[in-house]
């Protein structure tokens, strides 16, 4: 069993930080992409950004600058250090991860998180 748990949500003001986490655990062999994404009331879930297991990173337009992705391969995690957050930034962020379990032969899976809410006030 593979499971992906995030944490670091919650309400902060327009203007200031938050960082995400999330943790995968359990039979892990490897795992290739992690990414953030995020959805708003009303929007479709869409990329915050994505990093590979070689370091990689890749960012949606509105969060460059503002938004870094980062990952611990030791530890299965992922992070997504935010700042400048606007009230438009509020949304559910979820973690996804590409992994090849133990015990099964060069498959990946794609996992997801339960997700974090973020809110933003203005």
């Known amino acids: 069993q593979v499971q992906l748990v995030e944490s670091g949500g919650g309400l902060v003001q327009a203007g200031g930080s938050l960082r995400l986490s999330c943790a995968a655990s359990g039979t892990i062999f490897s795992i290739n992409d992690m990414a953030w994404y995020r959805q708003g009331p009303g929007n479709q879930r869409e990329l915050v950004a994505a990093?590979?297991?070689?370091?990689?990173?890749n960012y949606a337009d509105s969060m460059k600058g503002r938004f870094y992705i980062s990952r611990d391969n030791a530890k299965n995690t992922v992070y997504l250090q935010m700042n400048s957050l606007k009230p438009e930034d509020t949304a559910v962020y979820l973690c996804?991860?590409?992994?090849?379990?133990?015990?099964?032969?060069?498959?990946?899976?794609?996992?997801w998180g339960q997700g974090t809410q973020v809110t933003v006030s203005s």
């Open positions: 996804k991860a590409d992994i090849q379990p133990y015990g099964v032969r060069s498959t990946v899976f794609r996992y």
């Open positions: 990093i590979t297991s070689g370091g990689n990173t």
